[in-house]
């Protein structure tokens, strides 16, 4: 198995800018999370889908951000407008059982 | 809300040491799981353990839910266990796979 994969590796972007972070789950996991790690803050959820359906968001920081799973094999995580301060290492985790999680390698977001 | 509290935080070892980590949570969990971060930032699930004792090569860890500690043992340590290794709890309640983080354990194997 692949494992979780996560687009881009690397984002450099300017503040205001739109960004975009994809992530495709292991196949035939039906639990997806988003995370977020910082050195201030640690690693946090931010959402989490069970069958591409969104069950937990309370995590998400505020509107600018989003996220979406279209389908099984897919996901998104949106930041609109970019801040500093949004800048972290962000990570998709997929499950099968929504308990044991499996990391993807993560995206690091730079925003200037 | 669940606090999560991993100790020491920081850990330098001499390759071939002996190591526990250990994890207290302040209320009753359903899931707890051991994570390791490698140098290169990839997190790789280690184990699984709400409860009891498993064991995994140099790897062990024994969770006592009813005391709310879990600890992780390393032995025979060597360089590529380096990084840093984190602790995660999920509520009992309804919560779905929602888990919340320690603050990690920093271990450093010299040779």
């Known amino acids: 198995d692949a494992g979780v994969i996560q687009s881009p590796r690397h984002e450099v972007t300017e503040m205001g800018q739109e960004v975009t972070l994809r992530c495709k789950p292991i196949s035939g996991h039906n639990s997806l999370f988003w995370y977020r790690q910082t050195m201030m803050r640690g690693l946090e959820l931010l959402i989490y889908?069970?069958?591409?359906?969104?069950?937990?968001d309370s995590g998400m920081p505020e509107d600018r951000f989003s996220a979406k799973m279209p389908n099984a094999s897919f996901s998104t995580l949106k930041i609109q407008p970019s801040e500093p301060r949004d800048s972290a290492v962000y990570f998709c985790?997929?499950?099968?059982?929504?308990?044991?999680?499996?990391f993807g390698p993560g995206t690091r977001l730079t925003v200037t | 809300g669940i606090q999560v509290e991993q100790s020491p935080p920081d850990l330098i070892l001499q390759e071939g040491a002996n190591s526990t980590l250990r994890c207290n949570f302040s209320?009753?969990?359903?899931?707890l799981q051991w994570f390791h971060q490698n140098p290169w930032g990839q997190l790789i699930n280690l184990f699984y353990?709400?409860?009891g004792t498993k064991q995994n090569g140099r790897l062990s860890a024994t969770t006592v839910a009813t005391e709310r500690y879990s600890l992780l043992y390393i032995s025979s340590s060597q360089t590529t266990d380096s990084g840093v290794y984190f602790c995660a709890v999920g509520p009992l309640l309804t919560q779905g796979g929602k888990l919340i983080f320690g603050q990690g354990t920093e271990l450093s194997v010299k040779p």
């Open positions: 889908f069970n069958n591409n359906v969104p069950i937990d």
């Open positions: 985790a997929s499950s099968s059982t929504g308990i044991e999680q499996y």
């Open positions: 209320d009753s969990v359903n899931n």
């Open positions: 353990i709400p409860s």
